[in-house]
């Protein structure tokens, strides 16, 4: 007969929700014997059965720049100058328009697998005289429907607002690229403080993140990584690297049980500062690419066996094919095998004797006819109970909690 448990020790919730079910989260009492470590009392937040999910949407200059600026089509014939937006032909895209192609395809083909919303930045506030302020507005909030249709329609809504936005130097993307006061921003939300469901930030970057007039390091210091051509005057701080406040916004979101989903776009994410800025980010968003082998990870990469994780934690596209190929593969993560429950890899407990599974409020152990832990992938639903998940229906949903001890 084993002991009561004691109420002082708290079980973190992780929680999600399969098939047509939905998600809560509270704590249950432990036996202190249980523990060999304290356990942190903390909340964590899986995908729901509608998730929600903010497009964070980069709009600075550079996204007027070529998608491949190598190529003979991008510069002038008579003077080698490098093609920018409007002045770029078709068979020279743009990173903007190679960028609106790509949401096409996504949101008309895949718009109803979250409630999706969306931001822009920069802002249209100046620091010091410059479009370098992060995002202060929503472009468009979450829908306020969670049908098929409806979900549909909305994501065909925030495509308008995105091919509405010009491919000139006139009135299409400029500024600065303050992603760190972005993520801050969308981290106040109301419509991402939810417990019921899963909340997400896509955030989608073709530079590294700069625009912070309160950078420790200046132009001037070894330690400013300058962005930009020049890091003086105006751009003393705002063209430094900005790695450690986005890093450090991408963590408070994380805190929030928001989590973050990185994908670079372009030649300055892929080489340069780019991939250790953007792992940084996407490691601490706690939506890193995962693997099992290097076949997972694709040409270029290899898996980190020992972490589960790509080398490269981010999603990279270098054209307007592989940006809408990355859109789908996060689309299908969320869609994913009903009898799998994904978790970041600091969500796992150390045994499946510290975790547990309920479905409709009916607690089970592990075991061959129930659920087992699945190295650095998550918990996955076997037998007799993945099929009473399966079978789930609007109707007669199955709601599905994962609780776990998260030692400290």
Request: include cysteine; glycine fraction near 10%; hydrophobic fraction near 35%.
């Amino acid at each position: 007969m084993p002991t009561r448990l004691h109420p002082s020790v708290a079980l973190p919730l992780v929680c999600a929700a399969l098939a047509a079910g939905c998600q809560t989260y509270d704590f249950e009492p432990v036996e202190p014997a249980a523990l060999s470590v304290p356990s942190v009392e903390k909340t964590i937040a899986a995908r729901g059965s509608t998730p929600n999910l903010m497009l964070l949407v980069d709009t600075s200059g550079s996204m007027l720049e070529p998608m491949n600026p190598s190529s003979a089509l991008c510069r002038s014939p008579t003077t080698g100058v490098l093609c920018r937006g409007e002045g770029c032909p078709a068979s020279c895209p743009t990173r903007w328009s190679a960028l609106q192609g790509a949401m096409d395809s996504f949101l008309s083909a895949s718009g109803a697998f979250a409630r999706m919303g969306l931001t822009l930045y920069p802002g249209k506030q100046l620091v010091l005289g410059e479009q370098c302020g992060g995002s202060d507005s929503l472009t468009m909030g979450l829908p306020a429907e969670d049908s098929p249709g409806a979900l549909q329609a909305h994501a065909l809504e925030i495509n308008a607002r995105l091919r509405a936005i010009p491919n000139n130097t006139r009135s299409g993307p400029t500024g600065g690229t303050p992603t760190g006061a972005s993520l801050q921003y969308v981290g106040t939300l109301p419509q991402l403080q939810t417990d019921e469901r899963g909340d997400f930030v896509l955030l989608l970057t073709d530079g590294l993140p700069n625009c912070n007039e309160n950078h420790a390091a200046s132009g001037a210091s070894l330690a400013c990584r300058c962005t930009l051509s020049d890091c003086s005057g105006t751009f003393e701080r705002l063209g430094c690297l900005d790695q450690d406040g986005s890093v450090s916004a991408v963590k408070a979101l994380r805190g929030r049980d928001i989590q973050t989903i990185v994908i670079g776009f372009g030649a300055e994410t892929a080489s340069g500062n780019g991939p250790a800025v953007l792992n940084a980010m996407a490691e601490a968003g706690g939506f890193a690419r995962k693997c099992q082998t290097n076949a997972d990870c694709g040409a270029g990469d290899a898996c980190d066996l020992e972490a589960g994780l790509c080398q490269r934690r981010y999603y990279q596209a270098a054209n307007q094919d592989e940006l809408t190929h990355a859109l789908r593969q996060i689309s299908e993560r969320f869609e994913g095998d009903p009898c799998l429950i994904e978790l970041a890899p600091d969500q796992f407990p150390p045994s499946p004797r510290l975790a547990r599974v309920l479905v409709n409020g009916e607690s089970f152990g592990d075991g061959d006819d129930t659920w087992r832990l699945k190295d650095k992938v998550g918990v996955e639903l076997l037998g007799s109970l993945c099929a009473r998940v399966q079978g789930s229906s609007p109707a007669h949903p199955a709601r599905v909690e994962v609780r776990v001890v998260i030692p400290r």
